[in-house]
């Protein structure tokens, strides 16, 4: 699976679900911490190109995925790429 990219903030118990499940499956990640970085949700939608609303949000490569929900359905449909 390509490199995977979680907008989010370390008090969101959604990332935190995300960046977990990137660990658990070693799927390659990049944590962008909006409170640390100074982002706002708009700095976010600037750079996906979308509205953001919640977080966390998230793309893989350059393929917006959108939420943790999203993302564990993603994940669980492109499960042959991550066996090795």
């Given amino acids: ?3 995977v990219t979680i907008y989010g903030r370390t008090s969101c118990g959604f990332c935190v679900r995300a ?3 990137c660990e658990a499956r070693s799927i390659p990640y990049t944590w962008i911490d909006m ?3 100074g982002m706002s949700k708009q700095d ?3 750079r996906i ?3 953001v609303h919640t977080v ?3 793309l893989v490569g350059s393929e917006y ?3 943790c929900d999203e993302f564990y359905a ?3 449909q492109h499960e042959a790429e991550l066996v090795r």
């Fill in 1 to 3: 699976m390509e490199q």
């Fill in 19 to 21: 960046r977990d499940l």
């Fill in 35 to 37: 409170i640390q970085q």
């Fill in 44 to 46: 976010i939608a600037d």
């Fill in 49 to 51: 190109g979308r509205p």
């Fill in 56 to 58: 966390p949000q998230i």
């Fill in 65 to 67: 995925v959108g939420g």
């Fill in 74 to 76: 993603y994940v669980r």
